[in-house]
Structures are given as C-alpha cells and as structure tokens.
T-cell receptor
Framework: GQQVMQIPQYQHVQEGEDFTTYCNSS?????IQWYKQRPGGHPVFLIQ?????EVKKQKRLTFQFGEAKKNSSLHITATQTTDVGTYFC????????????FGSGTQLTVLP | KAGVTQTPRYLIKTRGQQVTLSCSPI?????VSWYQQTPGQGLQFLFE???????NKGNFPGRFSGRQFSNSRSEMNVSTLELGDSALYLC????????????FGPGTRLTVL
C-alpha cells in the first residue's frame, strides 16, 4: 500500500476554533479517502477525493486534494464537541489490488 | 439496510490458542476486508475477499488467514495466538469492485493473555 504521513498526531482545540489535519505522501496518489472514528467506535467514511486540486465541502468540513496529488487536508470550521474523534486519511491503491492504507490519524479533542 | 455485523464483540484467549472471528457484510455487498487496529501500529490491512476469493493480502504472518462464503459472510482465523495479537479486529464491506467506500463493523476486541 501507499504510505502517508499524517500530522498532527494530536490536536486540542477550544470549541468554536478551527482545526486542520494534513496528509502527505512522497508518491502520487490515485485517490484518497477520509474516515472519522469516534472514541470507542469504528471508522466511518467521510469522503473520497480523486481529482487534482479537488475541493469538497460537507457543512463545516472542507477536504482538499493537492495539485500534485501528493497531499490532502481536512479543515473543520468552528469545531463542536461532536467533532471529537480521530480523523484518518487513507489512500486507495489503484488497479486490481484495492487496498486502503490508513495514516496514523489525528486525534481531535474539543474543549467546551 | 442492516450494517456490518461482527461476532463476537469481545474475546479473551490465552497464548497458543486459536480464534475465529466472523463478519456479516451489508446485504448485497460482495467485498469484505479485515483490519487490525492497535495503539502502536494503528489501522493495518489484513486481507480482502471478493466473491469467495482472496484478492489482496497485507503484511501479516501466515497465522492470520481468512475465508469468504458464498453468502459473502467472512471469517478470520488466527492460530497460535501471541500477546501482540491483542487488538481490535475490524471488518469492512463495500458494494463491489467498483465501489470504494468501505462500511466498517463495530469490531471484535481480542485480548490475548
């Protein structure tokens, strides 16, 4: 699978502040998925990015795929306590071997 | 539609034993993947089955094996358990070879003593 570096590992924010997590690869990615895992829960699919420079929004969440398709980011505007969890990026390998390789994740804590 | 189900949810075993975990995908989904999640190694891909055939395998020893039945249900087996096998084992299904979104089950928490 394709390795990615995800930063930061941990992030504490005050409720209402913004939050961003970054995912970087040394190689070009065919696509990248983002998942959220709540404490004690399982990963839940958020979005898939495929095109160079793609930007997708889901309410307060904005996802970007870099022009070179080597990095991606997730930005949350005005965090809420419901945003608490670990956010993972996961490139999906192309071709017949469809393997998701998860980044190490960013654990977000939102302080009320 | 019912989600992905995994049984059992919790399991305690001792070193040297073997264990079988079960996963029922979302109805109609033919692809099932297995992942191991630990605090130290994170989420790691074990293998994927599609139409009863293993399509892809991660970097795990041969003690980890799996299979898929004609109804798409899948089982994962770990033989000769080691302490380091303690983890949350997650199963995920997707609709087909052209569908990328993975739907995860709640996982089986395995503790090896």
């Amino acid at each position: 699978g394709q390795q990615v570096m995800q930063i930061p590992q941990y992030q504490h924010v005050q409720e209402g502040e913004d939050f961003t997590t970054y995912c970087n690869s040394s190689t070009t990615l065919s696509n990248i998925q983002w998942y959220k895992q709540r404490p004690g829960g399982h990963p839940v699919f958020l979005i898939q990015l495929v095109k160079s420079g793609e930007v997708k929004k889901q309410k307060r969440l904005t996802f970007q795929f870099g022009e070179a398709k080597k990095n991606s980011s997730l930005h949350i505007t005005a965090t809420q306590t419901t945003d608490v969890g670990t956010y993972f990026c996961a490139p999906l390998s192309s071709g017949s071997a469809r393997q998701l390789t998860f980044g190490s994740g960013t654990q977000l804590t939102v302080l009320p | 539609k019912a989600g992905v189900t995994q049984t059992p949810r919790y399991l305690i075993k001792t070193r040297g034993q073997q264990v079988t975990l079960s996963c029922s995908p979302i109805s109609g989904h033919r692809s099932v993947s297995w992942y191991q999640q630990t605090p130290g190694q994170g989420l790691q891909f074990l293998f994927e089955y599609f139409s009863e055939t293993q399509r892809n395998k991660g970097n795990f020893p041969g003690r980890f094996s799996g299979r898929q039945f004609s109804n798409s249900r899948s089982e994962m087996n770990v033989s000769t358990l080691e302490l380091g096998d303690s983890a949350l084992y997650l199963c995920a299904s997707r609709g087909g070879w052209r569908y990328n979104e993975q739907f995860f089950g709640p996982g089986t928490r395995l503790t090896v003593l």
